[in-house]
Structure formats: C-alpha cells, structure tokens
DNA sequence: CCTTCAGGTCAACAGATGTTGGCAAACGAA
DNA sequence: TTCGTTTGCCAACATCTGTTGACCTGAAGG
C-alpha cells in the first residue's frame, strides 16, 4: 500500500521539520511562523505549504512523539522510579519536541488534544502494569509532577530548579513518583 | 504624592482589566487580541490603549498578583502541607490571573520573569522559614509540584487530573509538599 | 533530441494585529 | 452661560500572518 519510495525533496522535507520543532519548542504555536521556519530551513514559505499543506498538520507532523518507555521487566520494584525519572530527563533533553508540545499545548487546542493523546495511550498502559489500584488517578499524578518539573525548568526557567543537577533531580523525585505510582492510597481508602 | 482621586473612567478602566484577565488567561498573550478585549469590555480598542498604553503593560496590569499565603503560625507542623495545598488550589480557582501568569509565561518572556519574581519573592521567603537547608531548591520543587498540578488539571485538561476532587488532591499532593519543604534531603547529603 | 514533471522561487492576496490621530459629545469648573 | 478637560468612537496606518497561483529550472525518461 503506502509504498514510500525515497524522493529527490526529502532533504527539503527534513530541514522544515528539524526548522519547525525548533521554533514551536523556542516561541509556542502562534508565535513560531511559517515564514520563520522556512527561514531558518533556507526555503521559501510556500514549500513549507505544499509539503505539509497548513501550519497546523506542520505541527502534528513536527510534534509526532514518543515517549519510548524502557521495558523496566528486569528492573527492580525499589529502582523502577528512580529510572523513570531519568528516562523523562532524558526524553526532555533528548530532543525538542516535547518542549514543542508542551509550549504549543498551552495555548494550541489541537496541541493540548495531542498530550493528552500521549498521556492516555503511553502513560496509562505504564501505570495500569504497576499501580495496585486506580491506575489512571496514578498516572496522571505521575504526569503532574513531572510535567510540572519540565515547567519550571526548561519553561520558566525557575532559577533553583535550572540549578538542580541530574541527580539532585532523580533523588528529589523519586520518591514522590514511587508514592503515586507504587505507594498506598493517602488519606484512607475513597469512601463515594 | 500619587494622590489618586477617583475618575470618571475608573469603570471603563476595570471593565477592561477584566475582559483582559479572562482572554490571557484563556487564550494566552499572542490569541487575547486588544480587539477582542475591548469587544468583551464594550469599548473601543482604541481606549484600552489610552488606559494602558500597550499591550505589554495591559498584560502586567491584569497579571498583577498576590499569593495571599496564610500566616501559618497557629497551625502544627504535620498540617501546614495540606493547608498549603488547599490553599493552592483556592488560589487557582479564585480568579483568573494564575491561568493568565501560566498561559503567558509559556510564550511570553515578560510573564515568565513575572512568574520569577512571584516565585522569589512569594514563595521564597516561606520556604526561608519552613525549610531547615536548601530553602531555595525546596521551594523550587514545591512550585514544579503545584504547578504541574495546575497545568495537568486546569491547562491540559487530563481527564484523570480532572476528575480528582478537592479531597483528593489534597490527600496525594500534602505527603509529596511536606517531603519537599520538611523532610530530610534524600540520598544523603550533598557532597560538591 | 524533446517532453514531462517534480522541486523551487517570486509576487501577491485577504485578513488580522498593534497602534495612532482626529473629532464629537459629555462633563465640571468658572 | 462659557471654556477647558475628560471620555469615547471612528477611520486609518503600517506591518505581519497564513495561504495561493503563476512562473522558472533542471533532471529523468522516451
């Protein structure tokens, strides 16, 4: 079917994409323009046009992302947090995308949508292998807190949270994502 | 000096700030247009830059904000995380100039040094008095937390983040918030 | 050779944006 | 009343936005 031979315009292509994740993670959706993209990928704006149609499939195809999760089976339990931690590390530092959605998803619906996309179908399957009970509840706690820490670190750019270093981060954390994803139920159990 | 008798217009001028507060905090700087905030305030567009300038300074008249962090002298130790947190999402909830500092601040570098600033000089000096070492990075943690959580829940819109109630959140977020600003630095201390 | 067609550039469009200046009406002080 | 000031609206500006279509160019296939 979707026999993809390789075209003479897929360095073109490539540039655009590499030239449009770096401007939707530096300046957000509305203030990355196509006209700034192509720039910075050294073509004309209408090529950004006829290979990706509008700005706002530019952006999806800029923002496919996956978050890659190791397979944590030979892991043990006490460890796996401390792992997951770093892996998010790395997949914030690895590239730009995530930041590309993170800042696009704030003020982008379309972006929004794709997180939570992201966060249903990569996050949750994590979460319902580990967490005893209400595996969803855990997972999004996981999510808040280490979006939030991608917040004000890369963001925000809070100045303590820029000084922490890799390990600081990992020992920090840890704990608390051990707690949502592993630990009991706080407060007692939900009584609706 | 700054005698400020009451004006004539003193209405106009809150009806804006207030339009303004609703569209940056549900649209983000770059989408809350003047001429959608001056729709929304019923006035023309050209008033709103007669009162404020530009839009910049529009921006940091609606994004004007005090955390309103309660005394916390009368209550014990082991409760000041869940009233912190409580308080937290009072905060959010209140009014609008939270979502606006956060929409904002993701795109916009003057709202990010509002968010700074706030941080600094409002959550800092807590943290001074709470926090036996390391003040400034337990305070950084306690926004990457509180933050997240607002992000994931009132931002993004994840379902799970979404559909925890009040109760709830407190019951997750107070041990994360009381190991942060009380417990002792994990994986030993620091050695530079 | 000639034909075809994808790759690429240029100029322009319609609409929106922040911002400005002019002008009319209402108000308050004299 | 009269006069200056405040309040408000209107029209316009320069610029930037996403997007489009006409046109040129060079390579590949016959």
């Known amino acids: 079917m979707s026999e993809e031979r390789p075209r003479r315009s897929d360095g ?16 957000g959706y509305e203030r990355a323009t196509i ?3 192509a720039a910075d990928a050294e073509i004309d704006p209408s090529m950004v046009m006829r290979y990706y149609g509008n ?4 952006f999806a195809a800029a ?14 339990e006490e460890e796996i947090p401390a792992v997951l931690v770093g892996h998010f590390l790395d997949r914030w530092e ?5 930041m590309a959605l993170l800042r696009a998803g704030v003020t982008n619906p379309a972006a929004a949508e794709r997180m939570r996309q992201i966060f249903a179908t990569q996050l949750g399957p ?7 009970d209400e595996p ?3 997972a999004g706690l996981v999510a808040s807190q280490v979006l939030g820490l991608a917040l004000c670190r ?6 303590p949270v820029v000084a922490m270093d890799r390990a600081d981060l990992i020992s920090w954390l840890a704990p608390t994502v051990r707690q949502y994803l592993l630990g009991p139920r706080p407060g007692g159990p939900k009584v609706p």
Chains 1, 2 share one sequence.
């Open 63 to 76: 923002a496919e992302f996956d978050l890659r999760l190791p397979a944590l089976s030979g892991v043990p």
């Open 136 to 138: 969803h509840t855990r």
């Open 35 to 37: 006209r700034a993209i």
């Open 94 to 98: 690895g590239d730009e995308t995530l």
């Open 55 to 58: 700005k706002e499939r530019l």
């Open 12 to 27: 073109t292509r490539a540039a655009i994409l590499r030239a449009a994740r770096e401007r939707f993670a530096a300046d």
């Open 126 to 132: 994590l979460a319902e292998r580990l967490a005893p």
């Open 154 to 159: 890369y963001v925000l750019e809070l100045p």
